[in-house]
T-cell receptor, first 114, second 109 residues
């Protein structure tokens, strides 16, 4: 069964450093999403992406964040200058069509900012 | 403001039926989602409601009343593997997703 994959599974970085989190959505899916979940807290929507551009973004997704689909398979989330409060689990998800379709989540990348 | 309320924890017995409620106040409404999340794992999509009424999918059903800002997830024939957190999320008029805090369900033998 096809699945969303994410790399790395864990990342530790110093405050102020740039990180890139990588996702490979399911191959015939057209919609891509990033969410984050701070330990013990609720899931938070960051951004959705369709047709090579951002379709929606939350207030959390400020200028420090960017997304890109650099080729036909990868979908990346970049945090330019990490802060301590960026420490969280970051989930990528994809769906075949719009939101009425099932969203499949990847296993997540646990980011720790020191 | 945006707010979604769910009970923090629930306990039920294997084989029983449990109903997890969700109430929401959001700026607009474009659908309500239920997810299951086992500890340390990613959320798994369970259901989507955009119109009032009941959506049934196997052992899981989800109900929506837009006028009351209310939904519930009904789990039948509970199994031990159903022990997990259940997340209610609403897509608002700005097309953002607002998640509730989740309900931690414990299924006891």
């Amino acid at each position: 069964e096809p699945e969303v994959t994410q790399t790395p599974s864990h990342q530790v970085t110093q405050m102020g450093q740039e990180v890139i989190l990588r996702c490979v959505p399911i191959s015939n899916h057209l919609y891509f999403y990033w969410y984050r979940q701070i330990l013990g807290q609720k899931v938070e929507f960051l951004v959705s992406f369709y047709n090579n551009e951002i379709s929606e973004k939350s207030e959390i997704f400020d200028d420090q964040f960017s997304v890109e689909r650099p080729d036909g398979s990868n979908f990346t989330l970049k945090i330019r200058s990490t802060k301590l409060e960026d420490s969280a689990m970051y989930f990528c998800a994809s769906s075949r069509r719009g939101l009425q379709e099932t969203q499949y989540f990847g296993p997540g990348t646990r980011l720790l900012v020191l | 403001g945006q707010n979604i309320d769910q009970p923090t924890e629930m306990t039920a017995t294997e084989g029983a039926i449990v109903q997890i409620n969700c109430t929401y106040q959001t700026s607009g409404f474009n659908g309500l989602f239920w997810y299951q999340q086992h500890a340390g794992e990613a959320p798994t999509f369970l259901s989507y409601n955009v119109l009032d009424g009941l959506e049934e999918k196997g052992r899981f059903s989800s109900f929506l009343s837009r006028s009351k800002g209310y939904s519930y997830l009904l789990l039948k024939e509970l199994q031990m593997k159903d022990s997990a957190s259940y997340l209610c999320a609403v897509r608002d008029s700005g097309q953002n997703f607002v998640f509730g805090p989740g309900t931690r369900l414990s299924v006891l033998p």
